[in-house]
């Protein structure tokens, strides 16, 4: 029980640091990204209200997924920062290439590469390795996921 609860404590402080990252890149024009946002919309159409549903959508995602690096560090033979810092890489990569462009296919309110917007659609699609949100959009996903990677692989540590 005590390291089911390290991991939901670690998967908790590493979605807040990805999070963190994440807007903070955004609020300092880095990226037109807004994850928040694309999340809430998910489950609103709105827009206030999204950017909170979006946070909490985000953490409620990072939990699990701390799960998933907990199972990997145990089958790498430990956690480590450094290691959490790899895992983070790969994690940002499947984020960039696989699920940000394939979002315009699931998400109900945004626009695909080939439809444009419409009254019901009111997101840009993102693009491959989210592109269409700026050029330092890959950059600073890379970074916060890094940052998640890295955070999880400290705390779990023993």
């Known amino acids: 029980m005590q390291e089911f609860a390290r991991i939901l404590l670690a998967g908790l402080v590493g979605t807040i640091v990805l999070t963190v990252v994440l807007r903070g890149s955004q609020l ?48 790498l033979g430990g956690a480590r920062w450094w290691l959490g810092a790899v895992l983070g890489l790969w994690h940002a990569l499947f984020v960039l290439l696989v699920v940000l462009p394939g979002l315009p296919g699931v998400h109900p309110r945004m626009a695909s ?28 996903t890379l970074l916060g996921h ?13």
């Open 28 to 75: 300092a024009g880095l990226t037109r990204m807004d994850l928040p946002l694309i999340l809430g919309l998910w489950l609103t159409g709105d827009r206030e209200r999204a950017k909170l549903l979006g946070v909490l959508l985000h953490l409620l995602i990072g939990w699990p997924l701390a799960f998933i690096y907990a199972g990997l560090f145990w089958l």
């Open 113 to 140: 590469e080939r439809t444009g917007p419409d009254p019901t659609r009111h997101l840009q699609p993102p693009g491959l390795a989210g592109l269409n949100y700026g050029r330092r959009t890959a950059a600073a």
């Open 146 to 158: 890094v940052f998640y990677g890295a955070v999880l692989g400290f705390l779990l540590s023993r």
